[in-house]
């Protein structure tokens, strides 16, 4: 039965720095580097076929010390439908800062609406609208061909396609975040029907070390 993987790249520097990123092409961070480390290792058990990320450098960074982790090598496609969320005028401006100036309920409407459009920028309505599409016409027929699949991409492009996949209301989605670095696995029927959904983790140990079951 196929599975997909879902990955957000590890934190960046602007997500360090509380900014908006959107568009902007920004690095890892150190810990965003060991974050992307972390989700290999938890994926090493898995088995995959393809890889999709987009053409922002911090998800396809996160994406290749992933697969390092795991040590495979297999195809990636990069494509801009995946990019993250565009927050237009946003982009670069402190989110606190721009909490104080326009006050806090426009900063949670451009956040987390899914309709509201950040000046210049992209709703995530917008993001599902151009994420989904790519999803069924290229990354979909993957799955059905029985291919395993790995996503690294964004919050609010990953949020997008949770919401197609786990048919998440745009009300419920507001109240949803998908952490960096935190695997999350779709595993699914020979057609294609949505049999379970969970993050993937390291086993937890005893004190001497033994696997708890």
Do not use: C
Request: charged share 20%; net charge negative; no cysteine.
């Amino acid at each position: 039965m196929p599975i997909l993987v879902i990955v957000r790249h590890g934190q960046s520097e602007w997500n360090l720095k509380n900014l908006f990123t959107g568009w902007a092409d920004v690095e890892l961070t150190p810990t965003g580097e060991h974050e992307a480390e972390y989700a290999g290792i938890v994926l090493r058990p898995y088995n995959f076929d393809l890889a999709y990320t987009s053409v922002l450098k911090r998800a396809i960074h996160t994406l290749h010390i992933i697969l390092d982790e795991i040590g495979v090598s297999i195809p990636i496609i990069e494509n801009k439908a995946l990019n993250e969320r565009n927050y237009g005028e946003l982009q670069g401006l402190n989110k606190a800062e721009v909490g104080q100036k326009y006050g806090a309920q426009q900063l949670i409407a451009w956040r987390r609406s899914f309709t509201e459009v950040p000046p210049g920028g992209e709703s995530l309505e917008n993001t599902y609208q151009r994420v989904i599409p790519y999803f069924q016409s290229d990354i979909e027929p993957q799955l059905r061909a029985g291919k395993n699949i790995l996503i690294v991409a964004h919050g609010n492009s990953l949020r997008a396609l949770m919401m197609f996949l786990e048919k998440v209301t745009p009300e419920d989605i507001a109240h949803i975040d998908l952490a960096t670095g935190a695997p999350r696995l779709y595993e699914f029927s020979s057609n294609l029907d949505l049999n379970s959904v969970s993050y993937v983790k390291l086993p937890e140990t005893s004190s001497d070390g033994s696997t708890l079951l």
